[in-house]
């Protein structure tokens, strides 16, 4: 992995198409290193779960809606959505030097499974009850993502898990250092981590496939 962390270095500060093209060959046996570390990855994880197939994302952004024109992603992706419609939520991992790390759960969920969450947080504490249990709070800390200013219309701004209710998105996020990226096992810690947030993605999953009721949907 030294050699994918060294050479997104080199693009960070070369981020044009005329150095990507000169050490096109250097990309080529990164994006390889990348490649293979996400396989393992995903093979390590895929016993343990029920996943769809691994997506490894592209280095060339779109940059027609964006006002930074750098032509360049700096790190490399993949992501592993689990397999629906029986399962919910995905795996993240973005691997950059410095900045490496995993982002698990609902990046962007519609209008209507947002309210089924947000009705399920106002029934019960089942959803904090997890997040502060002592596995989930070692490895992730606090439930990350955007959230609304002042209460969602329709719930009480008084509520007790009102922190909760405000969420629109629900994420865990793991931080890796570079020493931890380039350890030969790598591919089982960041496994590893994903699993631990098993029962984080599986209250998830029960809540987007039933009613208010515990109902299958």
């Known amino acids: 992995m030294q050699q994918v962390l060294d050479f997104i270095k080199k693009l960070e500060k070369n981020n044009n198409r005329e150095w990507f093209v000169e050490n096109k060959k250097s990309f080529e046996e990164a994006k390889e290193v990348a490649a293979g ?3 393992a990855v995903y093979n390590e994880l895929k016993p343990a779960d029920h996943l769809e197939p691994l997506k490894i994302y592209r280095i060339y952004r779109d940059v027609r809606f964006s006002a930074d024109k750098t032509p ?11 397999l629906q419609p029986d399962y919910r939520g995905g795996y993240y991992l973005h691997i950059e030097p410095g900045k490496s790390f995993i982002g698990i759960g609902f990046f962007d969920p519609n209008k209507e499974d947002l309210l089924r969450i947000r009705k399920e947080i106002e029934l019960d ?3 904090e009850i997890i997040l502060n249990s002592k596995d989930i709070k070692a490895t992730f800390g606090n439930l990350e993502g955007d959230e609304v200013k002042t209460a969602p219309k329709g719930f009480d701004k008084t509520h007790g898990r009102i922190a909760l209710l405000k969420k629109k998105q629900f994420l865990l996020i793991h931080k890796f250092t570079d020493k931890e990226v380039l350890s030969p096992d790598f591919y089982k810690e960041a496994a590893n981590v994903f699993k631990k947030s098993r029962p984080f993605v599986d209250y998830m ?13």
Request: glycine share 6%.
């Open 72 to 82: 360049y992603k700096n790190h490399f992706s993949m992501y592993i959505g689990r």
């Open 125 to 127: 504490d089942e959803l």
């Open 37 to 39: 570390l996400f396989n």
């Open 205 to 217: 999953t029960d809540v987007l496939l039933t009613n208010l009721n515990g109902e299958k949907k």
